[in-house]
Every structure is written in C-alpha cells, then in structure tokens.
C-alpha cells in the first residue's frame, strides 16, 4: 500500500481573524501521485501551497508532509521539498547556471554532487545553450524552466508548482507538462500543483480537488469528476417522423432523454452499447437522421457546475483581486 | 549557517560589482558633502583681526584662533574635522537605504524562495547585513579617500600610519555593523518601499545630526550635548578624528580610544541582538 506524502485535516487560514483564505479543507496525496488543486483565483490555493511549505501558519487544522508536521517540524519540510512559486523569483542580474548553484547551496548539495545534477536539469529542460547567459535575457517559458531546474537541485521528494504554466503560450505550456509528466511517471517524484487551466489538470493530474472559497468541493480523478456529470450526451436530429421519447426511454443504457422539436437530446450511461440500440429504434421505423453527434463530458462542466457560472479568471465581475489585496494588506 | 550567509551575501554583492554605476550616488554624496561643503567653511576665518577700525592684537587673535581650533579638535581645516562626520553619514545612510533591496525581495516573492529553504532565519538576516555592511565600507574607504585628494583637504597628523588606518577601519565597522542590524531588520519588518524610507528618514537623520558628526560638541546646547556624548555617531567621529590629528597618541589618549571602542563594541552587540530578535518576528511564518 502506498503511503500518503501529505496528510491535511481541517486545514483553515484566517488573516486577522476577518479573511478566511482557506477553510477547514482535508485532503491526502500518495506517494508518487500527480496531484492537482483546481480552482478559480482567489479559491485559496496559493495560501494552502503556503501553509503546506511552511511560509504560511496554520489557524487551524494540522498538516504533515513527508511525514512531517509542518507546524512542529518545519526545519525537516524544508529539506524534503522542492517549491517553484508562481513568482518569478530567479534573479535577474545573474545567469541561469548561478541561480541554480545558489539554490543547490541553499539546499546543501553537496559540491561533487551539484556539477552533475545542474547538467543533467538544464539538459532534460533544454537550457544548456541559455545557461551562461543572464536571467534577464530569457523567455517567460524559459524563466519557469530555470525555476523547476532550481526546485529540483536537492532531489526532494516532492514538488509543489503553484501555477507552473502561468502566462504562458500554448505551445510553451504543452512542453512544461511534458516536463511536469517526465519527472512524475519516470522520475518518481510526487507532484502538488494548483492550476486554474482545466485542460492542464485534465491532461496532467492523476486526482484533482476543485476548490472555491476556500473549501473542497469536489474530489476524485478526472474521469471519476466526469462520471459524476452523467455520460455522454447524444443529440440526434431526425426528419420528422413520430415521437420516439418513450421507446428511446426504455432502452437499458439510456438514462434519461429530452425532446426539442425534431431535436433528441440522450445521456447515456454506456454509449457503446446504447448507440447501436438507439440506431436500431430509428432505423426500424424507416427513418432517416439529419444530424447526429456524441458529446463526453469535460472537466469545463463539471468545473462550472461546481463552483457556478462565475468564472473569475481575469475578468471584472469576480473580487478574486479585491480578496488578493486584503490578504496581502492584513498579513 | 555560516555557508548560507555567506552564499547569500555573495548573490547580493555579485550583482553589485556587475553594476558599479551603483556606487556613484554614494559617491557623488561624499564628494559635495567634503567639496562643496566642507571647503565652503573655515571656522578660523571667523575670527576677527579688528573690530570697529581697532586692530586686536596679533597675539590675540592667534590665542582665539587657536582656541577655536581646540573646539574643532585640532583639525588643520574643516574638512580634516567633517571627514569622519561624512563617513558616518554615508555608512548610516548606505544601511539604512540598502534595505530597500531587501524589501523588493519580498515584493518579488524572492524571500519566500529563501524561507522555504532549508537555511536558518539568522543566515537570511545576516546575509542582509553583511551585503549591505560591505558596501557601505566600500563607500566609506572612498570617502576618506576622495577627502584626502581635494585640494587643501585632509591634513594627517604625524606619525599617521596604518595602525591608525586600523583603528578607524574597526570604529566604522563596528558603528556600522550596529546600526546595520537594526536597519535590515526594520527593512525585513516592512512591507513597502515607502514605509521604509519613513522609517529610516525618521531615525537616520536625528541620529547623524544629534552627533558631532558635522559640528564640534563644543558648539552644542547642553541638552543636545547630553544627547551627542552618548550617540555612537559621535564616539564613532571623535575617535576616527583623534586617529587622524594626532599620528600618535599620548597614554590618555589611547586610554580613551580603548574605552570608546569597546562603547561601539557594546553597542554593535546591543544593537545586533535587538536587530535579529525583531528579524525573527518579522521572518516567521506569516
């Protein structure tokens, strides 16, 4: 059985006792898993990243990481953990291979040990050729690889990646969860990270939480979050014809239908075998389809049926922002 | 814990040599404040050879100016006396401004990157020190070197020498390593720029000018003068002037010397501990 590398209960942060940015979550991840926090900005991920990292205390609840407490323990946390923050944070005034000896400083690598470490990150994040040259030089996408480089030096145990694909293009994006997957799958190492990219969490994380406001709203792996949805849905057009509602109805693996003029929209619980039943109702009775097409569900869905219709990302009707500025006035 | 300072220090100090326009503004600093100002004054012109159309004696006005010149401890000119009082205004000013680094740190979520690693909060503290107390000495040696180019500027008494050089060097490293402590750690203490600079403003300029880093104690109203003899700025100026004036010191005068070096030792400690004390709170988890 594999062991869980975090352990939150009731995890809850108040700033001064008005703002709570997080509030009485729970959650677990295994060793080795790809784990994502979901959730729109200002849902409280960056400060549960900060509460497990030991940047930020606990107003309530108890966390352990690697199997430390990160209240009582921080100094042990600190060791195990590699944290690539949302920030920029490399230094700009030196080069790429500086930072990252700095950081293996900070991290006590030992000398004979770092050489070959940094050569083999900036090869697998293709920074060899950028290495010699100033961070002030490089690309937004470039910049986030410097940084995974230097939350790597040390080997921790587990990585935390508060948003690694923010501002970045797609193409760029896509080669970062190459990356992210690659030390996941071939390298073993446990992976937290927060995302407000659905399709990111999708295509990366073996189990996701969706978070607003602060609290848990859902859990479970993205096909699992679909599930939950319902099936796909087919709609199929026909060119008209009697009422097939009832008889679609009956069939086994369909689970609900609804009528809109010649317009039949069908969730099915199993679509393999409900498609050909539904085919077979239709062409028995001699008629014809105009249009047909299956859509599955996606975590876009699930994401909004969650947390409601608002999404906040970047636009003016969400107080994610507003939310930021207290926390950042009351710390 | 030593490592990480001095890992960190390195970072900061790095980045500062591949800059040396850096320097200038300290510079230019010390340069009007010795050129400009302090040429601008010589206490024994104010000496009067006469007054309404009667000659005072020669005799006299040699005793008067001679005098005055005691008040000013002895220093050949102004700019030999304001030499120590500008190298404590640019160690002080230098720490206490070096600290808006440390606050764009926090801003830039850089300290955050240190605090999740595994290094002691008093390397982090001290790392602030130590980069901010090199440059500020840098600057200092500048200082006292431009002083003594000018023209007509700083004037060594003989016997002048390198135990002398030696004896400075520690009265402004101690003076400002003290109140480097407790500048960094109101820096890691604030959340903005501006809040700094009040803050610093605040204490900074009072410190310097309730000192005899720009005028003698012997001009200073008794409350102020009760204020000065104890400012580290003043033990701090004092010494460095009785090094420079007298090359060689009397059995008195290193007995003072002995005593106002271990006041800067006391305070240095003093003030570093206080400094780190308020770091810690400042450095905890938010």
Same mark, same amino acid.
């Given at each position: 059985m594999k062991t869980n590398i975090i352990e939150a209960k009731n995890l809850t942060k108040t700033y001064k006792k +008005? @703002?709570? *940015? @997080?509030?009485?979550i729970s959650f677990s991840v295994e060793e080795g898993e790809l784990f994502g926090f979901i959730g729109p900005n200002g849902a409280g991920k960056t400060t549960t990243i900060k509460m497990l990292t030991t940047l930020a205390s606990l107003t309530e609840g108890e966390a352990s990481v690697v199997g430390y407490d990160v209240g009582k323990n921080p100094a042990d946390v600190r060791k195990n953990i590699g944290v690539v923050p949302q920030e920029f944070t490399a230094d700009d005034e030196l080069k790429g291979a500086e930072n990252l000896f700095l950081s293996a400083k900070l991290h006590h690598v030992p000398n004979d040990a770092v050489r070959k470490k940094a050569k083999e990150l900036l090869e697998l994040l293709e920074l060899e050729d950028a *290495? /010699?040259? /100033?961070?002030?030089?490089?690309s937004g996408g470039m910049r986030r690889r410097l940084q995974l480089a230097m939350g790597l030096i040390h080997e921790p145990k587990i990585l935390f990646l508060d948003e690694p694909t923010l501002g970045l293009d797609i193409q760029t994006r896509q080669k970062m969860w190459t990356y992210i997957r690659e030390l996941n799958h071939e390298r073993g190492i446990t992976v937290f990270m927060t995302t407000h990219y659905l399709e990111e969490a999708d295509s990366l994380c073996d189990r996701i939480s969706i978070i607003d406001a602060g609290t848990i709203k859902a859990s479970g792996s993205p096909p699992q979050l679909k599930e939950k949805l319902g099936g796909p849905i087919l709609t199929l057009r026909l060119i008209? $014809? @009697?009422?097939l509602t009832d008889l679609l109805r009956e =069939? /086994?693996? @369909?689970s609900e239908v609804a009528k809109k003029g010649q317009s039949y929209q069908i969730k099915l619980a199993k679509p393999e075998l409900a498609i050909p039943q539904i085919i077979e109702v239709v062409t028995k009775r001699g008629l014809k389809i105009s249009d047909i097409t299956l859509v599955k569900p996606t975590l876009d869905q699930v994401f909004l049926q969650i947390t409601g219709d608002m999404m906040r990302d970047g636009s003016a009707n969400g107080d994610w922002f507003g939310q930021r500025v207290l926390i950042e006035r009351l710390k | 814990m030593f490592a990480d300072t001095f890992a960190l220090t390195a970072r900061s100090l790095k980045k500062w040599i591949r800059n040396p326009a850096a320097i200038m503004p300290g510079l230019f600093m010390a340069v009007f404040w010795l050129a400009l100002f302090g040429s601008s004054f010589n206490p024994l012109n104010l000496v009067p050879t006469q007054i309404g159309g009667i000659a005072l004696s020669p005799v006299l006005v040699e005793q008067i100016k001679s005098a005055m010149n005691s008040v000013f401890g002895g220093a050949a000119n102004y700019i030999t006396f304001l030499t120590a009082g500008i190298i404590s205004f640019i160690v002080i000013i230098n720490m206490a401004y070096g600290g808006i680094d440390i606050v764009l740190d926090r801003q830039l979520g850089y300290l955050n990157s240190l605090l999740s690693a595994p290094i002691s909060r008093a390397s982090i503290f001290f790392s602030g020190v130590m980069q901010n107390f090199v440059k500020a000495m840098f600057i200092a040696a500048l200082t006292f070197i431009v002083a003594v180019l000018l023209p007509n500027g700083l004037q060594f008494g003989t016997g002048f020498g390198a135990l002398n050089l030696l004896g400075i060097f520690i009265a402004f490293g101690l003076l400002t390593f003290g109140f480097g402590c407790l500048f960094t750690a109101l820096a890691f203490s604030v959340k903005n720029v501006d809040s700094l600079v009040a803050i610093v403003n605040f204490l900074a300029f009072p410190l310097i000018f309730m #000192? #005899?880093? =720009?005028?003698?104690? $012997? +001009?200073?109203p008794s409350w102020l003068k009760g204020i000065a003899e104890v400012n580290p700025i003043t033990k701090a100026s004092e010494t460095t002037r009785m090094l420079i004036v007298n090359g060689n010191l009397t059995p008195t005068q290193l007995s003072a010397l002995a005593g106002n070096m271990i006041y800067l030792a006391v305070v240095a400690v003093v003030l570093a501990t206080i400094g780190y004390l308020i770091a810690r709170k400042a450095l905890k988890a938010e």
């Open positions: +008005t @703002v709570k *940015a @997080v509030d009485h *290495a /010699q040259r /100033q961070v002030k030089t490089y008209d $014809g @009697v009422d =069939i /086994q693996d @369909v | #000192s #005899s880093a =720009i005028f003698p104690l $012997g +001009t200073f």
